[in-house]
């Protein structure tokens, strides 16, 4: 099978700047105590917000080499992102990923809620290696060992059948070849219309 022809915009020089200095800044905002005082911090980042809010010319409906850039998996433009990084095989898509402070559930440990929407997105990918559109239909999730910050951790998506109506993949994280958490999802597949159509109905409720 061949990998969908898809694209992305890539930001420019300033705009990688500002987001690579935002995830700093939401790393480096874990570690401050919440009865810290400082004026000048809030003062800039009151600052920011305004200029952000001043350039902002896009709707929330974008065309599709855009709003790739706004994935809150992997979007170059999204500051909440980790990012991860995924490779297209044959039948697999494989991601490299780091979660830092900002993500933690359990005391030094990704929240649960973070690795289930990590496999959600990188099962998702697999969609280009059909050339369909899709949904998904059910994903279920088996935790084995906790994740851990600031590591760097490998999933993978595989799929296992493809059949008229849907396919099913299932999805494995790991961290130096440890197990850390398996999935399974089946995606349903839209065709053109009926997708663009339920597209239309969350966007227009989104407004």
């Known amino acids: 099978m061949a990998v969908a022809d898809f694209q992305t915009k890539q930001p420019s020089p300033t705009m990688a700047r500002t987001v690579s200095a935002l995830r700093r ?4 905002l874990y570690h401050v105590h ?3 005082d400082d004026e000048a911090i809030a003062s800039t980042a009151e600052q920011l917000t305004e200029a952000l809010i001043a350039a902002g010319t896009l709707p929330l409906g974008q065309e599709s080499d855009i709003r790739y850039t706004r994935s809150p998996i992997t ?7 980790p990012p991860a990084e995924y490779t ?3 039948n697999s898509v494989t991601g490299k990923v780091r979660f830092h402070e900002g993500y933690q559930g359990p005391p030094a440990c990704v929240h649960g809620g973070y ?11 697999t969609r280009h290696l059909t050339g369909r559109n899709c949904v998904t239909g059910s994903l279920s999730i088996s935790y084995k060992r906790p994740t851990p910050l600031n590591a760097d951790l490998e999933v993978v998506a595989t799929i ?3 059949f ?3 396919f099913i993949v299932t999805g494995e994280l790991t961290h130096q070849g440890e197990v850390l958490a398996t999935a399974e999802g089946i995606f349903v597949f839209r065709d053109t219309e009926k997708f663009n ?3 239309s109905e969350a966007r227009d409720a989104s407004r």
């Open 25 to 28: 800044a939401l790393k480096a």
């Open 34 to 36: 919440p009865q810290h």
């Open 75 to 81: 979007g170059s433009m999204n500051p909440i992102a």
């Open 88 to 90: 297209y095989g044959e």
């Open 115 to 125: 690795v289930s929407a990590l496999f959600d997105d990188v099962l998702g990918r």
């Open 160 to 162: 296992q059948e493809i």
């Open 164 to 166: 008229e109506r849907k």
């Open 197 to 199: 159509a339920l597209v």
